[in-house]
């Protein structure tokens, strides 16, 4: 597994991963990290988690990874770590690990993964999930209801309606099932800098989506449905 470490890139081992757990309860990994400022907030704010942030493009990490490298009088947070993947490779040394896996305001080939969905990146999700973890996601829902815009790149309205009826077995079928799915309105809930620059005083609509990571065997179409908050708009 190859992580980010300033201008340098170093190969891990799946038992050096497991020597950096020590000491932590909970792993988040934040897939499509961008400059991975959200994971180095995270990591501030919760020094018994490791923190995986991915990308897969190093550059966009290297300062934030420098940073987080440093001695922690200097800044440094241990608990931080970065490391150069694509949401559709995920690392197999991460297999089984995360407790929570965040993506925040996705785009380009991971949002329309998410959407349409892909069985395939979430069966990634999955296998890098623990049981009965969480997964996290925030979705730029102004983008999907510029129609016109999102016909050009191929992506379907993403309603309550369609959530219910497409999504929500893609998922389970995946081993994900829904918690929550509601519009927010307003500022990006999370930090983060891709968040803020789409979201922050903008008027733009984000989509929450929560799911849990469960075994696809013990789980059945009946499901209890999840909750959905804001109404659609007109």
């Not at 959200?38 to 990591?43: H, K, L, S, T």
């Not at 490298?69 to 995920?90: D, E, H, I, M, Y």
């Not at 896996?101 to 999955?126: E, K, Q």
């Not at 077995?169 to 927010?184: C, K, N, Q, S, V």
Request: proline fraction near 6%; include cysteine.
């Amino acid at each position: 597994m190859r992580t980010q470490i300033g201008k340098n890139q170093l190969d891990i081992a799946r038992d050096e991963l497991l020597a950096r757990l020590e000491g932590h309860s909970r792993v988040l990994v934040d897939v499509g990290t961008g400059d991975g400022r959200f994971v180095y907030r995270w990591a501030s704010a919760h020094p018994e988690t490791l923190c995986i942030g991915l990308d897969a493009v190093g550059e966009r990490m290297r300062e934030v990874s420098h940073r987080a490298s440093r001695k922690p009088a200097r800044g440094g947070r241990p608990n931080a770590l970065f490391v150069v993947a694509s949401a559709q490779a995920l690392p197999e040394e991460l297999t089984g690990l995360a407790d929570l896996i965040s993506i925040n305001y996705p785009w380009s080939s991971l949002f329309s993964a998410l959407v349409l969905p892909d069985p395939v990146v979430l069966a990634g999700l999955r296998r890098v999930a623990r049981p009965g973890a969480e997964l996290l996601l925030l979705l730029n829902q102004s983008v999907l209801d510029d129609r016109p815009y999102a016909e050009r790149l191929g992506l379907p309205p993403l309603s309550e309606e369609r959530i219910e009826s497409e999504l929500r077995p893609a998922y389970l079928a995946a081993g994900f099932t829904l918690l929550e799915h509601r519009l927010l309105e307003g500022d990006a809930p999370h930090q983060t800098s891709w968040g803020q620059h789409l979201t922050l005083g903008s008027g733009r609509r984000t989509r929450l989506v929560t799911a849990q990571a469960v075994n696809p065997a013990s789980m059945s179409a009946s499901e209890p449905r999840a909750s959905s908050g804001a109404a659609e708009g007109d």
